[in-house]
Nanobody, 116 residues
Framework: QVQLAESGGGSVQAGGSLRLSCAAS????????MGWYRQAPGRQREMVAR???????TYADSVMDRFTISRIQGGSTVYLEMNSLKPEDTAVYYC??????????WGQGTQVTVSS
């Protein structure tokens, strides 16, 4: 079983920064992607950023140039550096790990609140 532990959420004023971390543990086989999704109240969960096994990254348009996802090569921890935060970034942020064979694991989420 794989567990994902997120940390780093909190409250910040608009324009501020936060750094989220997600550490995977357990029986991890052949990870091919990790990333972050978020869900705001009354809205569907949406992709924020992804990092693939080869190091390439994908970002939602709404966070491009403000957020940076990173993962230590071969490691099981993924980070999300969030700068120039806006009130619309307020959401619960979830870590995801995708393994070859179709297995998908989610963290429990960490709250990010941005006040204006």
């Amino acid at each position: 079983q794989v567990q994902l532990a997120e940390s780093g959420g909190g409250s910040v004023q608009a324009g501020g920064s936060l750094r989220l971390s997600c550490a995977a543990s357990g029986r991890i086989f052949s990870t091919y992607a990790m990333g972050w999704y978020r869900q705001a109240p009354g809205r569907q969960r949406e992709m924020v950023a992804r990092v693939w096994i080869g190091g390439s990254t994908t970002y939602a348009d709404s966070v491009m140039d403000r957020f940076t996802i990173s993962r230590i090569q071969g490691g099981s921890t993924v980070y999300l550096e969030m700068n120039s935060l806006k009130p619309e970034d307020t959401a619960v942020y979830y870590c995801i790990l995708n393994a070859y064979g179709g297995a998908e694991y989610w963290g429990q989420g960490t709250q990010v609140t941005v006040s204006s």
